[in-house]
């Protein structure tokens, strides 16, 4: 089941906890202690960190830092910036540059700070 969850919050943009909990049939309730207690996290924080995961895939394909922003449900790019290097320690700029300058992008390039516990 939190196979289903993490699965459905990869999505661009991701779903909201209510919109899960219908999606996938699951008292909201119980998806938020699912993730709780499988991650140490609130959902918020998890749906957070599934967004910027799958945002570093999106600037890696060539999208811009503003499109994948908004792409990911950011209003504004400064508030995605600031997220990204919260959750991940790294900028937009910084995973560009990368790009840029002939290093890998991928999924191993920046690992996702989720782990279950």
């Known amino acids: ?27 909201r309730k119980r998806i938020q202690l699912l993730v709780k207690t499988s991650t140490g996290r609130h959902f918020r924080e998890v749906r957070e960190i599934c967004r910027l995961c799958q945002s570093v895939k999106q600037l890696a394909s060539g999208h811009s ?22 959750y991940l320690g790294v900028s937009p700029s910084m995973i560009l540059e990368r790009q840029m300058y002939g290093g890998h992008i991928g999924a191993d390039a920046f690992s996702c700070p989720l782990s279950v516990q």
């Open 1 to 27: 089941m939190l196979a289903l969850i993490f699965n459905a919050l990869t999505d661009v943009p991701s779903p909201s906890l209510e919109k899960l909990s219908k999606k996938l049939g699951i008292h």
């Open 65 to 86: 830092i503003k499109e994948t922003a908004l792409e990911c449900g950011y209003a504004w790019p400064g508030n995605y910036t600031r997220a990204l290097k919260k």
